[in-house]
């Protein structure tokens, strides 16, 4: 799972938390070490040195809804190439992540573009993440401490909740984010998104837990933006595989154009 | 008692004096004119560059866009409005905005997308007549696009390029397509000039996938004289449950500049022209103390205080009249010469812009009836302004003191 979020990008909540974990925690707390540990144990859980996904996005947003089919690859923590199967209209278009740079490659007008800054916090693909989501979710570890601000029972289940602080010097647009996992199978639940007021901006939901690339995860991401409580944005994984064999070429901008 | 002839032969007198007092008023002048003329020009080119090439004098949107420019923040039924507009003797033209990323090679740049009809902008804005190279938009050219000077520069493109636009289609899905530049605009604006990004409005309803509505509406009266206000409460009649806005409104920035620019005018006029005053009165008053005796003799043979008063009156108006004359000639002539040939500050200052909107790097003067009936109508004021005190001090002379004054 975590390799396919990180994948994504997009799919950052879980997968930068998880690596967020690897991060040191507020060094008064005596939990801090506990908290990295757990964390980078979820973290090695999740997380695949390579891998390939089927997923599929619904949007629906106040002036539209829309579907798409994609297939995503991932290989370590900077590469992802994510290559859109349906509608008709977009098939083709592929995004790859490689370290800080987003090319996208556009089939209709045969081109490919490298993203700049001011386009970061553009929607992708019309969804509710931005590029920038794409871009930093696999810097978590760097721009965030993370320490665990729960443990225990509620709603009648164990739960872990982690807190992760943006560092004094990270350019991060968040304030804030929380992630609560189920506190056996480090199975995550949700994710809060504040702003940097500490407003809710984002939620993550976590549903749909199934076998997913050879063990229990959770199918589904449910991205609701705090201040348009009717619109989300929702990824169904409907396979997963992880460790599988990828080549570098795979990532590289003439891939890009490969059908 | 011949005023003139009198004044005349007085003036001719001393005539010394008389030539440097007029050629220090002319001088004044013919400045105080080249000066309006200057001002004149920049306000223009300032109020032109904001007005004709992008604002127009009135702009409708619908409510909430200014403030937040959303490409569903539509106004619905531009056909109709616009067809009101016209009716009400207006032109009018119908714009559309968005968002894109533009690229061309491996250089890609933010873009405000601007869809507008060639033909109903063409008589709202003049920005088609403003292309560094290259030609305007035709309707006949779909994928004809026209970008600003630092947009083309950014993405190093010229005239004949190919430029990809990405973006943000209203229906969620990916907007892209192939543009090819036709030309490139000269400074208009900053926004412009970084962003801009011309396109027909058919080609951004495609692109976009925007069937219908508009987000601006760009109004100009047809008669340019006519009251502003007035435009502006018929039109927002007509457009009624949007925002109608005045160019001052939109621009306010501008708006202040050039009314502060008549102001300074005038505090240049009255700067400059309070030491020609000075000049007119010290001469004058020289020429009263000296023909103290005269007046005296004037006034034992009958003439009285006013007709003495109306003479060194008279001999200021020969000299100021003349002063004008040269004024005129000599400051129409200069500020004729730099109406043609501008002033080339491209040197000094690159790119100079006010609230936004460039500047022209050279500077050209404008002769408009007041830039040269102002200096010349103050000159006067002034100067008969200056010679109360030497003519009312003539006026009052007792003859008999006088006879024996030496």
């Known amino acids: 799972m975590r390799s396919a979020l990180h994948r994504f990008g997009v799919l950052c909540a879980l997968g930068s938390c998880l690596c967020g974990g690897a991060a040191v925690a507020q060094p008064e707390d005596g939990q801090a070490e506990r908290a990295t540990q757990i964390l980078r144990e979820v973290d090695d859980l999740w997380r695949g040195s390579s891998s390939h996904a089927r997923v599929a996005m619904q949007v629906k947003t106040e002036h539209y809804t829309r579907n798409m089919k994609m297939e995503a690859w991932s290989k370590g923590k900077e590469e992802t190439l994510v290559r859109i199967v349906a509608p008709l209209k977009e098939k083709g278009t592929a995004t790859l992540k490689s370290g800080n740079n987003i090319f996208t490659y556009l089939p209709r007008t045969d081109r490919t573009i490298r993203l700049t800054s001011g386009m970061m916090l553009g929607s992708w693909m019309g969804s509710h993440f931005t590029n920038d989501d794409l ?87 449910h991205v609701v933006p705090a201040d348009k409580p009717d619109e989300y944005t929702e990824l169904v994984y409907e396979s997963l595989q992880l460790d599988i064999q990828l080549s570098d070429a795979m990532f590289s901008l003439s891939s890009l154009r490969r059908r | 008692m011949n005023l003139l002839s009198l004044a005349l032969r007085n003036v001719m007198r001393n005539w010394h004096r008389t030539l440097v007092t007029t050629l220090a008023m002319a001088f004044a002048g013919i400045i105080m004119i080249l000066f309006a003329a200057l001002m004149e020009g920049l306000m223009q080119a300032s109020e032109r560059n904001a007005v004709a090439m992008n604002l127009g004098d009135i702009q409708i949107h619908a409510p909430g866009y200014r403030d937040d420019p959303d490409l569903y923040t539509r106004i619905e039924q531009p056909a109709a409005l616009l067809e009101s507009l016209r009716a009400a003797g207006f032109r009018a033209s119908a714009r559309l905005y968005g968002f894109g990323l533009a ?58 390029d190919e430029v990809v636009i990405v973006s943000q289609a209203s229906d969620g899905s990916i907007a892209d397509a192939l543009f090819r530049v036709r030309g490139v605009l000269k400074s208009v604006g900053e926004g412009v000039d970084r962003a801009g990004f011309y396109l027909l409005d058919t080609a951004f309803r495609d692109l976009m996938v925007l069937p219908q509505g508009a987000h601006e509406i760009a109004v100009l009266r047809a008669d340019r004289d006519t009251d502003l206000d007035a435009a502006t409460a018929e039109v927002a009649a007509l457009a009624t449950g949007y925002e109608t806005l005045d160019w001052r409104a939109l621009q306010p920035v501008i708006a202040r500049i050039l009314e502060l620019a008549d102001a300074q005018l005038v505090f240049m006029l009255l700067v400059v022209y309070v030491a020609v ?35 060194v009156f008279m001999e200021t108006l020969v000299q100021v009249s003349v002063a004008c004359l040269l004024a005129l000639g000599l400051g129409w002539w200069s500020a004729r010469y730099f109406q043609l040939n501008g002033i080339d500050l491209s040197g000094i200052a690159s790119a100079a812009s006010i609230g936004g909107v460039a500047l022209d790097p050279v500077w050209y003067a404008r002769i408009t009836p007041d830039a040269l009936l102002l200096p010349v109508g103050f000159l006067l004021l002034i100067a008969l302004l200056a010679v109360i005190y030497p003519a009312v001090k003539a006026a009052v002379i007792r003859p008999v003191a006088a006879l024996h004054y030496r």
């Not at chain 2, 005296?296 to 007709?307: D, L, R, S």
Request: charged content about 25%; glycine content about 10%.
């Open chain 2, 103 to 160: 690229a061309s090679g491996s250089t890609s740049a933010g873009v405000q997308l601007r869809g507008i009809d060639p033909r109903a902008e063409a008589g709202v804005t003049q920005v088609h007549r403003h292309l560094l190279q290259g030609r305007w938009l035709d309707s006949g050219d779909r994928d004809g696009v026209v970008v600003g000077r630092k947009l083309a520069r950014t993405l190093g493109v010229v005239t004949g």
């Open chain 2, 277 to 311: 005053g000075m000049v007119v009165l010290n001469a004058m008053l020289m020429s009263v103390f000296e023909r103290i005796h005269e007046f005296g003799v004037m006034k034992a043979i009958g003439v009285t205080p006013w007709q003495i008063t109306a003479l």
């Open chain 1, 135 to 221: 871009v930093k979710e696999s810097r978590r570890e760097e721009d965030y401490d993370a320490y665990i601000s729960f443990e225990g029972e509620r709603d009648g289940r164990q739960l872990l909740e982690f807190t992760l602080l943006p560092k004094a010097d990270a350019a991060v647009v968040w304030g804030k984010l929380t992630l609560t996992v189920l506190a056996g199978s480090y199975i995550p639940l949700e994710e809060i998104y504040y702003d940097e007021d500490m407003q809710v901006a984002r939620t993550i939901t976590f549903s749909d837990v199934k076998p997913l690339g050879g063990r229990e995860r959770p199918a589904v991401l």
